[in-house]
């Protein structure tokens, strides 16, 4: 480190910095607090899409292409108009000025839309490292463009740079067959040869990497993200049914479909049982084959799609604050995995916010035995999701233990982001000596 840097100021590039609850998002800014408690001075570059951070330098970058451009917009007028009328108007305006430019970055790049605001942040970082003098350059997903800024500033000004990934780069197993996803697995190259310190958040995705990677060596490692303590809490109290339940999104990847059908086979297997077993889904719609499944079964009665919780005016309680309580009330906590092959490289992020809750998880895992013992380490239950006879039994045992009043929470502490915050620190100081 030469004498004229700053060892306690960070540069943080985070594309989806302060974005509305989004795990990316809540990855870095969670850190925050504990950064500055060790007397880290952060200064952050971000996209428009979140909300602007008061309590240190947060700069908010427009990308530069048009694509990017498009996408950013939009988000920053529904934070100021909501998606109202005037919303429509302008976006739709945007959208048609922009088509043209849109279609030719398409055809000439073939990238995704955020790639646009690394040239952004490289002009802004470089000026700020000749400014103040940063001790490293920290750059965080999901959006790739944060990493590939990151690469382009040590590249140019020869700062340390430490990279946090936070999903697989290279789908296990496949071929990348894009112009995007070919690039993808270039940059996670790029990344292996130049950072400094690079951390994944699985065994598995770290040990990928260094398989195609060897030259990243003992500059990876593995760290996890944790999550912050809830903000609200509630009491927990046994009724006459077991509710098992599911907070977060549903997709085609990660369904609700292979539930619905081991459910099926347990109440056939199981009716006496089965007629007390609830699944309440929390956060957005079921999922299209899951719901397919539901009603193929005629279990409409036992999977219940509560929605988003919002603000409640009598409460007080924000929409994040009723989940949270939620989570603390039901009898266990469903985590649903994927059924895709990159559920080997990657833990869902819910996991950590559920073991705040002290529920016992009831995971349905995809080859990753790691999250599988993470949650028996915590008091929880785990079968693997293509096995039918196993999360059959798991339903079963869930079901004896909970009538038995034997579902308990961890005896383990929950895993937090101050953890990881060490974690980093620990290694970032050898680096800045």
């Not at 943080?12 to 609850?21: A, E, K, Q, V």
């Not at 067959?177 to 270039?186: G, S």
């Not at 929880?380 to 079963?396: C, H, I, K, M, P």
Request: charged share 20%.
């Amino acid at each position: 480190m030469s004498r004229d840097t700053h060892p306690q100021r960070w540069l943080i590039l985070s594309h989806g910095f302060n974005m509305d609850g989004r795990a990316a998002s809540l990855t870095i800014t969670d850190k925050i607090p504990h950064l500055m408690a060790a007397g880290i001075e952060p200064i952050v570059l971000s996209a428009v899409t979140g909300s602007r951070d008061r309590r240190f330098r947060h700069v908010q970058l427009l990308p530069w292409g048009p694509s990017g451009l498009r996408f950013d917009l939009r988000h920053m007028i529904a934070l100021r108009w909501g998606r109202d009328w005037r919303y429509r108007l302008v976006t739709g305006s945007i959208s048609l000025l922009l088509l043209p430019f849109i279609l030719l970055e398409r055809g000439l790049i073939g990238l995704q839309s955020q790639w646009s605001w690394t040239p952004a942040a490289v002009a802004r970082g470089c000026w700020y490292i000749l400014k103040y003098r940063p001790a490293l350059v920290y750059s965080t997903g999901g959006a790739y463009s944060a990493h590939w800024a990151g690469y382009w500033l040590k590249r140019l000004t020869g700062i340390c740079w430490i990279a946090e990934i936070h999903d697989p780069m290279l789908f296990p197993g496949t071929v990348p067959a894009t112009r995007n996803l070919r690039f993808w697995a270039k940059l996670e190259g790029m990344i292996c040869e130049r950072a400094n310190l690079v951390w994944w958040f699985t065994d598995q995705a770290l040990a990928s990497a260094r398989r195609r990677h060897p030259m990243l060596g003992d500059r990876g490692l593995v760290i996890l993200p944790g999550a912050e303590p809830p903000q609200a809490r509630a009491s927990y109290a046994k009724g006459a049914h077991l509710v098992l339940g599911h907070f977060g999104s549903l997709s085609s990847v990660r369904s609700l479909r292979p539930l619905v059908e081991a459910f099926a086979a347990f109440r056939e297997s199981h009716p006496e049982m089965a007629e007390r077993v609830f699944v309440h889904c929390y956060g957005g719609p079921i999922d299209g084959p899951g719901q397919q499944a539901i009603r193929t079964q005629g279990l409409e009665a036992h999977f219940v799609n509560q929605g988003r919780l919002e603000w409640d005016p009598v409460t007080r309680l924000t929409g994040r604050e009723r989940i949270q309580q939620r989570m603390h009330q039901v009898d266990a906590l469903l985590l649903l995995h994927g059924t895709t092959a990159d559920c080997a490289e990657y833990i869902p992020s819910k996991f950590y916010d559920y073991l705040w809750a002290g529920r016992p998880v009831v995971g349905l895992v995809h080859i990753n035995p790691q999250l599988a013992r993470l949650i028996a380490d915590h008091g929880g239950y785990a079968a693997e999701v293509d096995n039918r006879e196993d999360v059959q039994q798991l339903f079963v045992r869930v079901f004896e233990d909970w009538r038995d009043d034997r579902l308990r929470g961890s005896r383990l502490p929950p895993i937090g982001a101050a953890q990881a915050v060490d974690a980093i620190l620990a290694r970032t100081e050898q680096l800045v000596k």
